[in-house]
């Protein structure tokens, strides 16, 4: 008598796979023949062991026939949290479909808070290749923006979730906010690290001053005025974050701030989701970590000049952007071309010099007394 696992069933199914019986299994076929029997297996079985997401999307490609959708991008934080309510109208219009994100190394753990995908993988590496092989997806889309075609085309004054959505092919978007999860986990290790810092029972404000281009930048004077104002007229404890590096990884010393607690470069992106899910209020320029806190639902203020508020202020009733009153505002979206050159400007970025220190306040303070009431 075989002891052969019926192969109608589940098991019999995975037993037929890893045996490579062609008759009784389509995976045998896809993924043993060509000469990939022994290194597939390998694979499957290291799969189990040290990347379990990836054996079950295997199962459920080559068993159940589900669909393999593979989603690159390469960009910086704030690019790849606004292409994150594109993913959740994918999975919406999809809920079979097996969703996976490729991208650089520094954004993998921030995707794996996204609860729309199935698996996020980094470029370049074995898991990636191996995807590509052997989960054989049969929607590769990679979202660019029109200013990244070839050729290049004008962008709109639009929201960038919009333009990444026009590139995902939909003409709209019935859900605009990015959205990562914190586990509870998480929101306990940062209750520790506040706790072992002596700042558990405070009011937590968080800002993020850079570095980015030059012409997003608010000086440090400034930063400095609004702490002590945070700090001394609604008690507020003050945590400054960032990474002393630039987005594409170039080294660049982010400016303490006197009178914060330095948190530059000590904190996971993970840590980071964690503390901004916490906070009364995110301060911080036109960058990333803006992106971070509306993704996490965080009340936050975003300080804009050459960028306007309404393409880059994440999309949620709890964001404010606050801008000075120049008549070159927003000269990044000119049909022209932006005026700035990301170092400089023909008007001294007066946009950001000029922006008021009483009207970031002002915002920062509606944030806060609400969460004392």
């Known amino acids: 008598m075989s002891n052969r696992i019926p192969a109608s069933s589940l098991w019999g199914k995975i037993w037929d796979c890893l045996r490579g019986s062609e008759q009784n299994c389509k995976v045998s076929r896809v993924f043993f023949i060509r000469k990939t029997r022994i290194r597939g297996l390998l694979f499957f079985l290291k799969g189990i062991i040290f990347n379990p997401k990836y054996a079950v999307i295997f199962l459920k490609r080559h068993v159940f026939g589900r669909t393999v959708m593979l989603v690159q991008r390469y960009a910086g934080i704030g690019d790849i949290v606004c292409t994150l309510p594109s993913i959740t109208m994918l999975r919406k219009n999809e809920p079979g479909i097996i969703l996976i ?49 070839t050729p290049p085309e004008q962008r709109k004054r639009i929201h960038l979730v919009e333009e990444f959505g026009k590139s995902f092919g939909f003409s709209s978007l019935s859900e605009q906010n990015a959205q990562l999860d914190v586990s509870i986990k998480e929101q306990k290790q940062m209750r520790q690290r506040l706790q072992k810092a002596q700042l558990e029972n405070n009011l937590i404000a968080v800002i993020h001053t850079g570095p980015t281009w030059q012409v997003k930048e608010w000086s440090a004077s400034n930063w400095e005025k609004l702490v002590t104002q945070l700090k001394n007229e609604l008690g507020v404890v003050v945590i400054q974050i960032g990474h002393d590096y630039f987005g594409t990884g170039e080294a660049s010393l982010s400016p303490r701030i006197k009178g914060t607690v330095d948190w530059v470069g000590e904190l996971s992106i993970k840590q980071i989701l964690a503390l901004l899910k916490m906070t009364k209020v995110f301060i911080g320029i036109d960058s990333g970590m803006l992106h971070l806190a509306g993704a996490v639902s965080a009340p936050c203020v975003g300080l804009f000049g050459p960028t306007d508020p309404i393409c880059f202020l994440p999309r949620n009733s709890l964001a404010l952007g606050v801008t000075s009153k120049v008549e070159c505002l927003g000269c990044h979206h000119n049909i022209q071309g932006p005026l700035h050159w990301r170092n400089g400007c023909p008007n001294a970025i007066r946009c950001m010099s000029e922006l008021s220190v009483n009207d970031v306040y002002s915002a920062c303070s509606q944030f806060i007394n609400q969460g004392k009431n």
Not at 113 to 134: I, K, M, N, Q, Y
């Open 101 to 149: 994100y490729e991208t650089r190394r520094a954004n993998v753990p921030m995707l794996e808070s996204c609860p729309a995908l199935d698996l996020v993988v980094e470029e370049g590496t074995l898991l990636a290749t191996h995807c590509h092989r052997f989960l054989r997806p049969k929607v590769i889309l990679y979202p660019l923006l029109p200013d990244e075609r």
